[in-house]
């Protein structure tokens, strides 16, 4: 089966200090931002965006997933993580994907820490899901 999963990854990072603003990373409004998908090899293959399935006038980060299977898609960003507490993004997946499409997130920054955590429910099918991950020091995850 093939399917297509759109990701909207304005990849909301919420400041330590709770009066702080959030901040938007990423909102493929002007193009994928260097976002790319890795094959097999770890050869990197260009993305594109598309319009985000209900909502109107916005984009997203369209990435083909051929089901059953995992697709690995990475940008390099230069963040300073430790300031924030939760990481957000939203993913549309299509209808017809399988019932147990999950999201695995890993964050690596320069002196290669390594953040990795698999996201609890599978992600819901044919609508968007909101995935929270918490990054702060006190993470359980």
């Excluded at 690995?72 to 147990?100: C, G, H, M, T």
């Excluded at 997130?105 to 899901?129: A, I, N």
Aim: proline content about 6%.
């Amino acid at each position: 089966m093939r399917g297509i999963a759109a990701f909207l990854l304005s990849l909301a990072l919420w400041p330590q200090m709770a009066a702080a603003a959030e901040v938007s990373a990423f909102d493929f409004e002007t193009g994928t931002q260097g976002w790319r998908k890795l094959d097999a090899r770890g050869d990197t293959q260009p993305l594109q965006t598309a319009l985000a399935p209900g909502r109107p006038r916005c984009r997203a980060l369209r990435v083909d997933v051929a089901f059953p299977g995992e697709t690995e898609i990475e940008v390099e960003r230069d963040f300073a993580w430790n300031r924030y507490d939760e990481l957000r993004f939203d993913v549309f997946v299509p209808k017809d994907a399988p019932f147990d499409v999950q999201a695995l997130v890993c964050v690596k920054d320069r002196e290669l820490r390594w953040y990795q955590t698999l996201v609890d429910k599978p992600l819901t099918r044919g609508e968007w899901s909101r995935v929270k991950i918490d990054i702060s020091s006190q993470s359980q995850q």
